[in-house]
């Protein structure tokens, strides 16, 4: 079967919850093979969008392709041999608490595959050598730093060699050094293996520097997409006030709300 | 006003219908046979451990004190009427047909159910759940199950432990210290306790009681919201709703086979 050029295909997708759009036809593409960032503003659902990818949210409208089959109307069976062809890195790792760091990218090939124990052996200790972990195999999540939580993750994350890897906020909360291990790992990763990932962050300098393709997304849909180099050169005021962090623009400072001075004047007797 | 009240009514209604919907899926989920087999075994085990094992301590120590105090409001009340011989039987019947299906299934909840909620709540709240389903892995198999199994296997067991320790503290006391007739006993004992009238129906509250209580317990945590405050109040409701639903649902059982 000839697979496109895209393992993610969005297109008209709407999605609400209780009475907020979060989006509102929103259409986006990840090429295979390459390493995708969305980037926005918090709080206007990057990870639920994430989310959806994984079919864990559906949506109210809309198709999401994976491989050319629906997300949205597979059933739960197929559903999960999807996700058998992804990975996610959550935002806290989620590694499994009770277990240690072996035996957590271990979990996923013992429930999935038969494989002896020897080679299940081998093949953790490739996935956190890959993430320069491979010393803390013995550890547990709690002795972990939070950068060696998430690498772990990662390592887990990558243990079925999957097509796609979904990266929810890698950046949030590393220091300097650590941000420069997991940025480099990305790349290295989406190269070496062949991955497509998707990178969901608004650390902006650190995913342009590694993204090929870009989408920027606020008010409910994609305000902006392109190469880094291209988003550089981006004239729309709301992507430079995004891009340039600036505080106030397009975007308010302020939280909607009745005007100040009328505020203040009402509270004097 | 009458309309805010209607749609607040309204909307109890919807959550309430919805929640209901959503611990109908949860027990479902828990008692479809998950396929996994082999793989299922050794969780059911770890489980067993957790909920039923640990529980142990609290299970012995309370039924032997139940056990001793039974016994010496017992005797001073049969002891009015010559009748102190037949403590063995009064302390016995207490145990299996109440005390013991319902203490015990009381401090199950107070240690194993709020275990369990505070557990899957925070594997919530981390993100542990999603990552098993992200992981191609049901919760539902992995986690709810063998937890459901667990508390449904090992509570009638720690009630049939606590009624035995608590006939054990009631001849420590009644026996041993007040001076009761050891063959007598427990030959009244014998003689009164019916299998069927007594530790059958002992043993079939004790399973409804689980059932109850573990999915109390596992829905609570599932549903929780994933915020510290979150996980706090769930953990106090599985506590308060499992023991006001084992003390409702012991009435109905009690009248149901007695009367």
């Not at chain 1, 008209?12 to 759009?21: A, C, M, P, Y």
């Not at chain 1, 200790?125 to 730093?145: D, H, N, T, Y």
């Not at chain 2, 509570?155 to 041993?176: K, N, Q």
Request: hydrophobic residues 50%.
């Amino acid at each position: 079967m000839n697979l496109s050029d895209n393992i993610i295909e969005i297109s008209d997708l709407s999605f609400k919850r209780e009475d907020r759009i979060i989006y509102n036809d929103i259409n986006l593409k990840v090429p295979r093979g390459k390493v995708t960032a969305i980037m926005g503003p918090s709080g206007i659902g990057k990870t639920t969008l994430l989310r959806l990818i994984g079919g864990q949210l559906l949506p109210n409208s809309g198709k999401i392709l994976f491989n050319d089959e629906n997300i949205v109307t597979a059933s739960r069976k197929s559903l999960f041999k999807m996700r058998r062809k992804m990975g996610m890195l959550f935002q806290s790792g989620a590694l499994f608490t009770e277990m240690s760091v072996f035996d957590n990218v271990a979990f996923p090939i013992r429930e999935h595959t038969k494989l002896p124990e020897s080679i299940i052996n081998k093949v953790v200790l490739m996935k956190l050598e890959a993430v320069g972990l491979r010393g803390a195999a013995q550890l547990f999540p709690a002795e972990l730093s939070g950068g060696m939580a998430r690498r772990a993750a990662l390592a887990r994350s990558i243990a079925l060699d999957p097509e796609l890897i979904m990266y929810d906020e890698p950046f949030a909360g590393q220091d300097p050094i650590s941000m420069a291990v997991i940025v480099r790992l990305i790349r290295e990763l989406n190269d070496a293996l062949g991955l497509t990932s998707i990178v969901v962050s608004h650390d902006v300098e650190e995913v342009l520097s590694i993204a090929d393709y870009v989408y920027i997304i606020a008010n409910q849909t994609v305000i902006a997409q392109g190469t880094p180099q291209q988003l550089r050169q981006e004239k729309s005021e709301q992507v430079i006030q995004f891009m340039e962090g600036r505080p106030d623009g397009p975007v308010p400072f302020h939280f909607p709300h009745q005007d100040y001075k009328k505020e203040m004047c009402n509270n004097v007797d | 006003m009458l309309t805010k009240t209607l749609l607040s009514l309204g909307n109890s209604g919807i959550n309430f219908i919805t929640g209901a919907g959503r611990a109908g899926m949860l027990l479902l989920g828990a008692l479809k046979p998950s396929g996994r087999g082999v793989k299922f075994f050794p969780l059911l085990v770890k489980q067993l451990y957790v909920v039923g094992v640990q529980s142990l301590v609290i299970i012995v120590i309370a039924g032997l004190f139940i056990g001793m105090v039974l016994s010496l409001q017992g005797y001073s009340l049969l002891v009015g009427f010559g009748a102190e011989q037949s403590l063995g039987q009064m302390v016995a019947l207490s145990l299996l047909r109440e005390l013991g299906p319902v203490v015990s299934a009381l401090l199950f909840a107070g240690r194993a159910g709020s275990a369990l909620t505070a557990e899957i709540g925070l594997m919530k709240a981390t993100e542990q759940l999603s990552s098993l389903e992200m992981m191609a892995i049901d919760p539902m198999h992995q986690i709810i199950a063998p937890r459901f199994w667990a508390g449904l296997i090992s509570l009638p067991l720690l009630s049939a432990i606590f009624s035995a320790f608590g006939i054990l503290g009631g001849h420590l006391v009644g026996v041993d210290w007040l001076g009761v007739d050891t063959g007598a006993f427990w030959a009244i004992m014998q003689a009164s306790v019916d299998w069927n009238q007594d530790i059958a129906t002992g043993l079939l509250k004790s399973m409804v009681f689980a059932v109850v209580i573990t999915w109390i317990a596992l829905h609570k945590g599932y549903d929780a919201v994933p915020t510290s405050e979150g996980i706090s109040k769930a953990t106090t409701s599985t506590v308060v709703t499992a023991s006001l639903a084992v003390l409702g649902l012991d009435f109905i059982l009690t009248a149901l086979m007695f009367s």
